[in-house]
């Protein structure tokens, strides 16, 4: 049966060079962020405070240098045009044009938006997308959810916006907006407006167009114009219009003018640089300003509504973005568009599904889907640019020079990216960008393997090899999983783009090179590596010791015993067409075996507790073992690999050191024998395994705790001349400080390690078969295969969006509100952790990123990977 939102996504071709290479279905998307303010690239500051160098506040009136954001607006693939919602419910003292937050700094918990929007289904071409967001129809308390927050401590939960009042008595709207396009540039665009409140009420829609601003920052730039095509279009160069039907009352909206142009006078008190700045419409519709433009021409422009609904009616509005406009643009074939591609999406979907998939499972797959896609975003950075300060505008303080990212003036960016969170993390981290490029390529491979290949592109990965972290400290470390991801979207695909493979191969032994020459300080095998993403999940930051320390790293060390395997595997595979290759299948081998060496011989295994720990060195090389039961320990299990014996032997006969390393044994068959390889003993997996299995240590109802239980009795203190800290279990939010305080690894269920730990498992089974059993849970007395556990660790963690018996979706906390009222419970919040012991969501809201692993874990469940892929 044909399908064809999968014909569209199977003609995406390979963007050598980005989107813009791509088929015209891919010109459009969901590529407007959340938040542009408060970023790293629009703080000019001297001190590097981004937060408060361009404040929410300042955001409807200061152009964005880099990047737009608006309400679930959609913009070109080069970012040009944009299209956004702006509301405004009568009460408000601004419109409401793009979602609030607490900063860093204001937040108990650092930086966290304050409202509700989500992203309820898309497909990868953009032929279908929803978004939703509920509006109070009251005021909304900016200052209330700031003074709250700000004055309770990191021990307090917490304060949001159901939590003011705001939404009692059901007064709020309920805002759809719906995309379908016809043709690849011609978007039909449905708003609804649903009235939950007791009363008729009125609320002012504003579907506002405008150009990212390119022309205040070079001299002699011509500035595009928007400008009236008839009552019922703006006029966009290109050409383009977006055409606007009546209101439900049958009225033509006005239309409304400005220049996306900084407000300087009320910004800065400096002259002003035109009569209709940004935020022209806002002041103009919100007070009556004469702010915009009567000759009905700018760069921002909006059609205005004014819309009266009754109590629980919902009323209906009709856009079209395409190259001309149409007298018959709003007939029948309107609404024909929308439900032709609602049901494309529906069978896309379908497709995907397993069978025998429960409705509850299926819902997390799609709407998990769902954010993955709305989480493309267009990415403008141009570090050297940056730090020297565009020719027309004042020169940036002189320690910006030195300061954050100087070291990576050949990054140049502009381009789509999957980003963790459209709000919180509007930016790419390279290793969520691995674990978002193994979700996305069952929706999209080709444009997961363009996110594989992007970080591997000279304008992104250092000429020394490294690979830029994340915006706030490009030099920082996040675990080298990019390989492992790699070999996933090419099992995923089919095993059949060895082309992909290659290039992805070829810059990650770069990288690989890089971690060696920088990363192991005294050429040991043992890697530092610093706080590897795991933010504070030991007693010190480990990216920031006290002087003349330095920390030999479990997680580092074995993150680099896995990135060996896997390069190992990809070279081993790439060998079958290009024999030469062999060689540095031996190579990574010999490698893997150095560190599996060096992890036996140091301090980093304690015998006494059957774990793995990191150890302190100090200037004296004493050892200090920091013995805190958390994930660092665990992650020397995914270290394991099994190669069919007789290549076992032909790579081991070239490889020396590997002759003499033990920890190898052989499995299997006659027929089909492996040799398991990895940097734990058999032995020593076992007695990892029983910790991670045990109820009172990581084993929760939804996995996998990061940090063991048994610290909340029992923390973890070190001390030094002059210097203590200390670790406890902590289930939920941070209690510290640490990283900002925005996310807590000393307890909270992550997903993406959950995911590692379920795969390695099944890796296991795929290849140790029935023949070995570990009891589990621990203490019960039940001996199950390593499979049997994979699929009860993926049952744990889907639990987290199935209603329970009482009726409760656990990742929904104990609000009752999205638990129980029919306007919320059933959409869902994709977080970006989780309560150890009771499942709620915590951290950011909009996590899609590497949480909707969750989804790819129903389309792939435990044992139903294809036989291409063993």
């Not at 150009?211 to 383009?240: F, H, M, Q």
């Not at 909206?253 to 640089?273: D, I």
């Not at 076992?686 to 705790?705: A, M, N, Q, T, V």
Request: proline share 7%; hydrophobic share 35%; net charge negative.
């Amino acid at each position: 049966m044909s399908n064809p939102e999968r014909e569209r996504v199977a003609s995406f071709g390979r963007p050598e060079d980005g989107l813009a290479e791509a088929t015209p279905w891919y010109q459009w998307g969901p590529y407007l962020s959340e938040r542009a303010w408060g970023t790293v690239r629009e703080d000019y500051s001297d001190s590097g405070t981004a937060w408060e160098a361009f404040p929410h506040d300042h955001a409807r009136s200061r152009a964005y240098r880099w990047n737009e954001d608006g309400l679930g607006g959609i913009s070109d693939v080069g970012q040009r045009v944009c299209f956004a919602l702006g509301l405004w419910n009568g009460q408000d003292p601004i419109l409401k044009e793009r979602i609030f937050g607490l900063t860093g700094n204001e937040g108990n918990h650092g930086e966290d938006a304050k409202e509700y929007w989500w992203y309820l289904d898309a497909v990868p071409s953009h032929a279908w997308m929803r978004w939703r967001y509920h509006y109070p129809q009251r005021a909304f308390p900016y200052e209330q959810l700031v003074s709250e927050n700000r004055r309770r401590s990191r021990a307090e939960p917490e304060y949001e916006l159901l939590d003011t009042g705001v939404f009692d008595d059901g007064r709020y709207w309920v805002v759809e907006t719906d995309y379908a396009k016809a043709e690849p540039d011609d978007v039909r665009i449905r708003v609804r407006l649903t009235n939950t409140g007791p009363e008729p009420a009125t609320l002012h829609v504003l579907p506002t167009v405008w150009y990212r601003n390119t022309w205040s920052w070079d001299d002699n730039v011509t500035k595009p114009r928007l400008a009236t095509a008839g009552e019922d279009a703006i006029g966009i160069e290109g050409p383009l219009v977006l055409q606007a039907a009546p209101g439900p009352d049958g009225t033509m909206p006005s239309q409304l003018y400005c220049e996306n142009e900084t407000n300087a006078l009320r910004l800065f008190g400096a002259p002003a640089v035109t009569q209709f700045p940004k935020d022209g419409i806002n002041d103009h519709v919100v007070h009556g300003a004469p702010t915009v433009n009567p000759a009905r021409e700018g760069t921002k422009a909006a059609f205005w509504y004014r819309v009266t609904v009754a109590p629980g009616e919902t009323a209906h509005l009709s856009l079209r973005l395409a190259p001309q406009a149409d007298p018959k643009a709003f007939g029948p074939g309107f609404d024909a568009v929308l439900e032709q591609r609602r049901a494309e999406a529906d069978a896309f979907y379908a497709e995907l599904t397993p069978e025998g998939t429960s409705d509850e499972d299926a819902r997390t797959m799609r709407q998990g889907f769902a954010g993955m896609i709305w989480g493309k975003q267009f990415y403008h950075y141009d570090v050297a640019r940056w730090l020297n300060g565009d020719p027309a505008q004042p020169p940036p303080p002189p320690g910006r020079r030195t300061g954050r990212n100087a070291s990576w003036r050949h990054l140049d960016a502009a381009d789509i990216m999957s980003m963790p969170d459209p709000w919180e993390y509007p930016w790419f981290a390279a290793w969520d960008s691995a674990f978002h490029a193994v979700a996305l390529a069952h929706l999209d491979p080709a444009f997961a393997k363009y996110q594989m290949i992007l970080l591997c592109r000279e304008w992104f990965q250092h000429p020394n090899g490294a690979i830029p972290a994340y915006e706030w400290a490009f030099d920082d470390l996040n675990p080298p999983v990019q390989a492992w991801a790699a070999m996933q979207v090419y099992d995923i695909d089919g095993r059949r783009d060895t082309a992909f493979l290659m290039r992805v191969f070829s810059k990650l032994v770069l990288n690989f090179t890089w971690w060696v020459n920088r990363e192991d300080h005294d050429g040991n095998n043992v890697f530092e590596g610093g706080f590897l993403g795991l933010d504070n999940i030991g007693p010190i930051d480990r990216s920031h010791l006290p002087h003349g320390y330095r920390l030999e790293q479990s997680d580092a060390t074995a993150w680099m015993a896995f990135y060996c395997l896997n390069l190992l595997e990809m070279a081993r595979e790439l060998a079958k067409q290009d024999p030469a290759l062999h060689d540095l299948a031996v190579k990574f081998l010999e490698h893997f075996a150095l560190i599996s060496e060096s992890m036996r011989e140091r301090d980093l295994w304690d015998e006494q507790d059957g774990f793995y720990y990191d150890v302190l060195r100090g200037p004296d090389n004493t050892a200090v073992p920091l013995r805190v039961r958390s994930m660092v320990g665990i992650i020397p299990l995914f270290a394991t690999k099994a190669l069919h014996e007789d290549e076992f032997e032909r790579v081991r006969r070239f490889a020396k050191s590997f002759a003499d390393i033990p920890e190898h044994h052989v499995v299997g068959t006659p027929d089909t024998r492996f040799v398991a390889v990895g940097v734990a003993a058999h032995g020593r997996v076992r007695r990892i395994l029983k910790h991670l299995f045990d109820e009172e240590h990581f084993l929760s109802p939804y996995g996998l705790r990061a940090l063991s239980r048994w610290h909340a009795d029992h923390p973890f203190t070190v001390e030094l001349p002059g210097w203590t800290a200390s670790v406890g279990y902590e289930p939920a939010e941070s209690v510290t400080g640490m990283f900002g305080g925005n996310s807590n690894w000393r307890g909270p269920l992550w997903v993406p390690l959950n995911y590692l730990v379920l795969r390695t498992l099944e890796d296991y089974h795929t290849n140790l078969g029935d023949s070995v059993k570990i009891e589990y849970p621990t203490g019960s007395g039940q001996q199950r295969t390593a499979g049997e556990i994979a699929e009860d660790l993926r049952q744990r963690m889907l639990s987290l969006y199935r209603r329970g018996p009482d009726g409760r979706r656990p990742a929904s906390g104990w609000v009752r509100t999205l638990q129980d009222d029919p306007h919320w419970r059933d959409n869902l919040l994709f977080y970006e952790y989780f309560h150890a012991d009771d499942g709620a969501g915590l951290g950011a809201t909009h996590q899609t990123g590497w949480t909707g692993l969750l989804a790819e874990l129903v389309a792939r469940p435990v044992g139903r990977r294809t036989e291409v892929e063993r």
